[in-house]
C-alpha cells in the first residue's frame, strides 16, 4: 500500500519569504502526483499535478513542484509568498494503474504567512 | 460550473444517535468518492463508487458506517449509531473515471 509524508506540520514565514514543503511517498509503482490546498474557510483545491513528463510542475499561484523519482519525492517551492498563501497544504499520491483512482494524502503542513 | 455541493456544513449530535450526510456531485462525473477528515490530518477515503456500484469500501467501517448512490448520481454516508471518535470532517469528492478529483466544502460533524 503507498504511504505520504510530509515533514513538516507547521511552517511561519514573513511575505516574500521563499517556501518549500517537502513531501516523500513510499510505492515501488508509476505514480501521479498531486498538491492541494485549503485556504482557511474554504474546500480543498487543486494547486498542481504530475502524471509524467518534466518533472518540474508549474501550478497555480506560482507555485511549482519537483518529481524526482530516485527520492520518491515530490516537494512543493514557491520563490516569494504572500498574506494569502496562509492555507493547510496537502500531497497526494495516486497508484497509477492500481484499481481505481484512489488518493492517499500526506498529514497536510499548515502554513502561516505573516504580513 | 456548479461544484460539490454537501449538507449539512455542520451537524452537532449526541453519541448513539444516527446521522446522515448528502452530497451532489459535479454533473456528468461517474466516480463519487467519501472521505474522513481527522483534526490535523489528511483525508482518507471511506468509499468510493463507479456510477452506482461500491468499488472500494474496504476502509468503511460497516457495522455502523453505511452509503448508497441510487441511480449513480447523488450520495447518502450514514452512521448509526454515531460515537464520539466519529467527529471529524466528511469529505465528497467526485470525478470523471481518472480525473481529477473535485472536493466539496465537507460536512463538520461534532459528536457529544
Known amino acids: 500500500a503507498q504511504s505520504v509524508s510530509q515533514h513538516n506540520h507547521h511552517v511561519i514565514l514573513s511575505e516574500a519569504a521563499s517556501l518549500e514543503l517537502g513531501c516523500n511517498y513510499s510505492y515501488g509503482g508509476t505514480v501521479n502526483l498531486f498538491w492541494y490546498v485549503q485556504y482557511p474557510g474554504q474546500h480543498l483545491q487543486l494547486l498542481l499535478k504530475?502524471?509524467?513528463?518534466?518533472?518540474l510542475v508549474k501550478g497555480i499561484k506560482g507555485f511549482e513542484a519537483e518529481f524526482i523519482k530516485s527520492k520518491f519525492s515530490f516537494n512543493l517551492r514557491k520563490p516569494s509568498v504572500q498574506w494569502s498563501d496562509t492555507a493547510e497544504y496537502f500531497c497526494a499520491v495516486n497508484a497509477r494503474g492500481a484499481a481505481g483512482n484512489k488518493l492517499t494524502f500526506g498529514g497536510g503542513t499548515r502554513v502561516l504567512v505573516k504580513p | 460550473e456548479a461544484g460539490v455541493v454537501q449538507s449539512p456544513r455542520y451537524k452537532i449530535i449526541e453519541k448513539k444517535q444516527p446521522v446522515a450526510f448528502w452530497c451532489n456531485p459535479i454533473s456528468g462525473h461517474n466516480t463519487l468518492y467519501w472521505y474522513l477528515q481527522n483534526l490535523g490530518q489528511g483525508p482518507e477515503l471511506l468509499i468510493r463508487y463507479e456510477n452506482e456500484e461500491a468499488v472500494d469500501d474496504s476502509q468503511l467501517p460497516k457495522d455502523r458506517f453505511s452509503a448508497e448512490r441510487l441511480k449513480g448520481v447523488d450520495s447518502t454516508l450514514k452512521i448509526q449509531p454515531a460515537e464520539l471518535g466519529d467527529s471529524a470532517v466528511y469529505l465528497c469528492a467526485s470525478s470523471l473515471l481518472e480525473g481529477e478529483q473535485f472536493f466539496g466544502p465537507g460536512t463538520r460533524l461534532t459528536v457529544l
Open positions: 504530475y502524471f509524467s513528463g518534466d518533472p
